[in-house]
Structures are given as structure tokens and as C-alpha cells.
């Protein structure tokens, strides 16, 4: 079985620039998570959708991040305009049971300059 | 084997050695706790959950132990190998589906 998917591995853009991240779940997995990782800490959650449908995006700066799920199975996450203190892991992860046993991509490394 | 009672940010251990990496966690409504293991520029890699009717699970290797009554969960390996060295977090959640909340990180050092 395939794991999750994420592109690019690895970004470096200037502040005040735009950024775009993609994922692909594991097939038939309803539902997919965005997660920030800045170095030294947990992930932490950014959105969260069942199918297409979002289901939490208190934690999402919405002032600058976006995301969406148009299909129910690829997603991207946008930020516009990054800032330095964006400068994190962005991981994607996929369940096929909402909370449970989720299964992590290997994530984008993004660097704010 | 090696072991601590309160939270460390590392772990320092022999390859052969038991270790135990210790969380607590913080919401009481939480019912649903699993342990990752992260190597460096990798995701997150589940390595086992438990659900809160449970107080002891275990698998190849590893163990988990929850303790509600003081929120205190806890992984142990067994026979630690060079390979399990890693940065490991646990996280809670519930079954009702929302996401996970990730605790601090332990990162295990195994020497040969």
C-alpha cells in the first residue's frame, strides 16, 4: 500500500512571498490532515477534512493560510504571504477512520528568509 | 534498563537496554493515545496505540501503559536496538474523531 504523498520536500522562499504545498493520501482514506512542525516540537494541527468537508480549522491563520480538498482526495495548503515564523515541517497525514491511526507523509521542509 | 519518571527531552541508552519514555498528557475527555516515532527529515511513524479501556497493550518489542487516574502514559522498549534511536511523541485524541494533540517530543540516543 502506498503511503502518503507530499510535494515539494523541500521550499525556501522570501518573506512576503507565496508557497503552495500538495498532498496525496493513502487511497480510501476519508480523512486528511494538515500539521505544522516547528523544529523541536510536535506536529501541531493546522485543518482537518472528512471527504471534502472541513471539519476543523480553528488552529489555521486564515488571515494568510488556505487549504482545500476540492475532490475529497488530493489536497493543498497555501500560504500567502509567508512570514519567517512560517518556517516549519508541514506534514500531511490521512485516516481512514477519523482520529484513529493516522499515517504521516514525509512532509515539506519550508524556510522563510 | 533506563528509565525516567518525568518527562526528559533525551534519552540516553545502551543497545540491549529496556527503555521507558514517559508522557503526560492533558485532557481528561481523551480516549485514545498512540505513540510515533520520527527520524530525522521523516514523518511521524505510528508505532502503537491504546484506547482508554485499556491500561496495558503490547506489540513486537513495545508496551504501552496508560494510567488515567494521573494522565501519565508511557512506552516501553524492549532490548533497545542502534535502529530505535529517534525522537518519539505521544499524542491523545478521541474516538469520537478529532485530531490529535502531540505532547513533547523524548528523543532516544542507542549506543553500541
Known amino acids: 500500500e502506498a503511503g502518503v504523498a507530499q510535494s515539494p520536500r523541500y521550499k525556501i522562499i522570501e518573506k512576503r512571498q507565496s508557497v503552495a504545498f500538495w498532498c496525496n493520501p493513502i487511497s480510501g482514506h476519508a480523512t486528511l490532515y494538515w500539521y505544522q512542525q516547528i523544529l523541536g516540537q510536535g506536529p501541531k494541527l493546522l485543518i482537518q477534512?472528512?471527504?471534502?468537508?472541513?471539519?476543523?480549522d480553528s488552529q489555521l491563520p486564515k488571515d494568510r493560510f488556505s487549504a482545500e480538498r476540492l475532490k475529497g482526495v488530493d489536497s493543498t495548503l497555501k500560504i500567502q504571504p509567508a512570514k519567517l515564523e512560517d518556517s516549519a515541517v508541514y506534514l500531511c497525514a490521512s485516516s481512514s477512520h477519523r482520529g484513529l491511526e493516522q499515517y504521516f507523509g514525509p512532509g515539506t521542509r519550508l524556510t522563510v528568509t | 534498563g533506563e528509565s525516567v519518571g518525568l518527562h526528559l527531552p533525551t534519552l540516553s541508552v545502551q543497545e540491549g537496554d529496556n527503555s521507558i519514555i514517559n508522557c503526560a498528557y492533558s485532557n481528561s475527555a481523551s480516549d485514545y493515545f498512540i505513540w510515533y516515532k520520527q527520524e530525522s527529515g521523516k514523518g511521524p511513524q505510528f508505532i502503537i496505540d491504546i484506547r482508554s479501556n485499556m491500561d496495558k497493550r503490547q506489540g513486537q518489542r513495545v508496551t504501552v501503559l496508560l494510567n488515567k487516574t494521573v494522565k501519565h502514559l508511557s512506552l516501553q522498549i524492549a532490548a533497545t536496538q542502534p535502529g530505535d534511536s529517534a525522537v518519539y511523541f505521544c499524542?491523545?485524541?478521541?474516538?469520537?474523531?478529532?485530531?490529535?494533540?502531540f505532547g513533547k517530543g523524548t528523543t532516544l540516543s542507542v549506543s553500541s
Open positions: 477534512f472528512q471527504n471534502n468537508g472541513v471539519v476543523d
Open positions: 499524542a491523545e485524541g478521541n474516538q469520537a474523531g478529532t485530531a490529535l494533540i
